[in-house]
């Protein structure tokens, strides 16, 4: 996996922020509430937004492992966090997992992930942790749901092309995209977990003008990979929409 920018990771970290779950959050929080050390793994890491999440919610000492095949994320990363114990792991797990077991994680995490991996993958995934009884905590999987407000006639065919590119392989095989969470739920509870789930919508409004472009151009950019012959039509979105977020006139959520 491979494509996510320091510079689009910053604009949308607020955002991730205010849409996670409190109520999942808390779930793990009580989860751990008399253990005096965590040894916590998070997958595909980026900048450290997942650790910056979770430490207002633990109040035990923190060792982490951070794993990411994006040396440059990686690099950006040791060079700003601090407070906590880490361990930086570049992998790329589409080859193997076994990565993600070597600090002997007493919780494994991931963010913004799941949708990206094959349903093959996730089931070998799950397998792995349910063996070893470790809790697993995933946030921010896009399901499907998405939308503009104001509407415009295109929407419609702009996110049915780029749902179908959610689909396409992003280093795993055939994605998950939408089915992602579901399936999720879905494997762990087959495997005897106890699962707490919940919706964590992205919403950009005015307060999140460059969160917007940023995340339509890219919607914009992967209905033209699936639909090549209708990049006009999505680019003429496009501009419509830039021009209603510099209005003051637009949100939207994912």
């Known amino acids: 996996m491979s494509g996510f920018s320091v510079d689009w990771l910053h604009v949308r970290e607020p955002v991730d922020h205010a849409a996670r779950s409190e109520e999942v959050l808390s779930a793990v929080s ?145 994605a998950l995209g939408p089915e992602a969470a579901a399936a999720a739920i879905r494997l762990f509870e087959e495997n005897g977990y106890l699962v707490t789930s919940s919706r964590s919508d992205w919403v950009g409004d005015s307060r999140h003008p460059v969160f917007q472009k940023l995340l339509l151009e890219g919607w914009c950019e992967a209905a033209s990979e699936i639909e090549p012959e209708n990049t006009e039509l999505f680019k003429d979105w496009l501009t419509k929409r830039i021009r209603l977020i510099d209005e003051n006139r637009a949100s939207v959520f994912v």
Not at 126 to 146: H, M, N, Q, W
């Open 30 to 174: 009580h989860y751990f509430m008399n253990e005096k050390k965590l040894q916590i793994t998070d997958i595909g890491c980026g900048t450290g937004s997942t650790l910056r999440a979770l430490k207002p919610f633990l109040s035990n000492e923190l060792v982490w492992h951070l794993v990411d095949n994006d040396d440059a994320l990686l690099e950006h990363a040791k060079e700003n966090l601090n407070g906590d114990q880490m361990v930086f792991s570049l992998a790329d797990l589409s080859e193997s997992v076994e990565v993600l077991f070597a600090e002997n994680p007493s919780l494994i995490t991931t963010s913004a992930f799941l949708d990206l991996v094959s349903h093959e993958w996730l089931e070998i995934f799950c397998k792995e942790v349910t063996s070893r009884k470790i809790p697993f905590y995933a946030a921010l999987s896009y399901d499907g749901r998405a939308g503009c407000d104001p509407e415009l006639d295109e929407d419609e065919l702009v996110l049915t092309a780029f749902n179908q590119h959610q689909r396409t392989d992003k280093g795993f095989g055939a």
